[in-house]
Nanobody, 123 residues
């Protein structure tokens, strides 16, 4: 079963840093692009950062200059490095990525979401 497994959330003081990782549940599954979203209590889920297969990157204005998205195709993992964290960054962070599953007829791609990881920034 294909799953995206997120790790790296936690509690940090304002100004601190955290790193999030998003990997497929098995090494045979391919990830070469992805996005990070977040959802704070009472708010809609919003796009934080995305990276395409060609390496094109976009960030929400609120995180530009502080967050860095990257990918490691060999490890089939997408990362989000978060620096200079602010209390308003507190949210559940979700990974979203197309995942390639090998089949007898080639690679089948599907869109998947991670389970979410809590990031809490204290003031």
């Amino acid at each position: 079963q294909v799953q995206l497994v997120e790790s790296g959330g936690g509690l940090v003081q304002a100004g601190g840093s955290l790193s999030l990782s998003c990997a497929a549940s098995a090494s045979i599954f391919k990830i070469n692009a992805g996005s990070w979203y977040r959802q704070a209590p009472g708010k809609q889920r919003e796009l934080v950062a995305s990276i395409t297969t060609t390496g094109s990157i976009n960030y929400a204005d609120s995180v530009k200059g502080r967050f860095t998205i990257s990918r490691d195709n060999a490890k089939n993992t997408v990362y989000l490095e978060m620096n200079s964290l602010k209390p308003e960054d507190t949210a559940v962070y979700y990974c979203n990525a197309p995942v390639g599953v090998p089949t007898l007829w080639g690679i089948s791609w599907g869109d998947y979401w991670g389970q979410g990881t809590q990031v809490t920034v204290s003031s």
